[in-house]
């Protein structure tokens, strides 16, 4: 006989469910009261973090036709006017201005969403050559890129994790890879989006309670069907196969990690 005998002596199937309850019972409550409470700024801050970076894409793809357009030069689509429409869309998703004096935003926000507003602008004014030359229709610049280009900036200043990923069905940047975390996420959330229409963000304390993550799903609407929808396998504008996205499908997601102090 092994050297846990009283492991055998306890078999009866009673105390095994007494003692699981106990365990499981002892784990979550600390567990769920501390989430509720405790990381409130931290969650505040990655989910508007996480709306202002998702917005700034809605932005781009609201004026992608105008971007793309062949027959005019100058767009007038400038950092300033980006930053107006930035703010709109901001506001009308969150019901919080982004110059909100009230208390709406969270200390540890302010600073982060305002660095945020300025490295999305400076994405838009390194684009100004190559949008406003005629005759030339795809330009660059799409949502995923203006993303990549400004989440690069703000993570490098910050020291934040901000990224857009993707489930593999419609990866098509390998850095925009799920980590394990993201993978499991996306697809718990892809099952709640066919059945509910659900989209609030995830978010969990991970890391021993040292990191807050938070996961933003992101559903195709029919503009990005252009360039992600039917017909399967044929080349969109920047080149990419289709991959037969339908609307409202979970076709991503932005994914922000927060330090808890
Ligand atoms: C003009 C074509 C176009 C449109 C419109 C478009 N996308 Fe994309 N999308 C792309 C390209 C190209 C990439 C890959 C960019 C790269 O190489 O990093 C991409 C990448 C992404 C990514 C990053 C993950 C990955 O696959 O690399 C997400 C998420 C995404 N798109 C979601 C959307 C959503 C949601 C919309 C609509 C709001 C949309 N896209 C509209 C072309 C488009």
Redesign the pocket.
């Known amino acids: 006989m092994p050297h846990y005998p009283s492991l055998f002596r306890f078999r009866s199937s009673r105390f095994i469910v007494v003692a699981m309850l106990s365990i499981m019972i002892g784990a979550a409550i600390p567990f769920s009261l501390g989430r509720a409470q405790d990381h409130e700024q931290e969650r505040e801050t990655s989910r508007l973090l996480a709306i202002l970076f998702d917005s700034g ?2 932005v781009v ?1 609201m004026n ?1 036709e105008l971007i793309n357009d062949v027959s005019k030069g100058d767009k007038g689509f400038t950092p300033d006017v980006f930053e107006t429409q930035l703010r709109a869309v901001f506001e009308q998703r969150t019901g919080i201005s982004l110059s909100d004096s009230n208390g709406k935003i969270p200390a540890i926000a302010r600073p982060l969403l305002d660095r945020l507003v300025d490295e999305s602008k400076r994405t838009i004014a390194g684009y100004q050559t190559p949008i406003n030359i005629p005759g030339i229709r795809y330009k660059g610049l ?4 203006f ?2 280009e400004t989440a690069a900036r703000f993570s490098t200043w910050s020291g934040i994790y901000l990224r ?3 489930p593999e069905r ?4 390998k ?2 890879q799920p980590d394990k975390y993201e993978t499991d996420v996306l697809k718990a959330l892809a099952e709640q989006a066919s059945t509910s229409g659900e989209s609030r963000p995830n978010w969990d304390v991970t890391d021993s309670g040292k990191t807050l993550r938070l996961v933003l799903p ?4 029919k ?2 069907l ?3 929808g039917e017909p399967k396998g044929v080349r ?3 080149g ?1 196969p289709r991959e037969g996205g339908k609307e409202g499908e979970l ?3 932005i994914s922000v990690k927060l330090p808890i102090k």
Request: glycine share 12%; hydrophobic share 30%; proline share 3%.
């Open positions: 894409r809605v793809g992608q799409i949502p995923a890129t993303g990549t857009q990923i993707a419609f990866l098509r940047n850095k925009n992101l559903y195709y609407s503009a990005c252009d360039c992600h969109d504008i920047s990419y076709g991503g997601a």
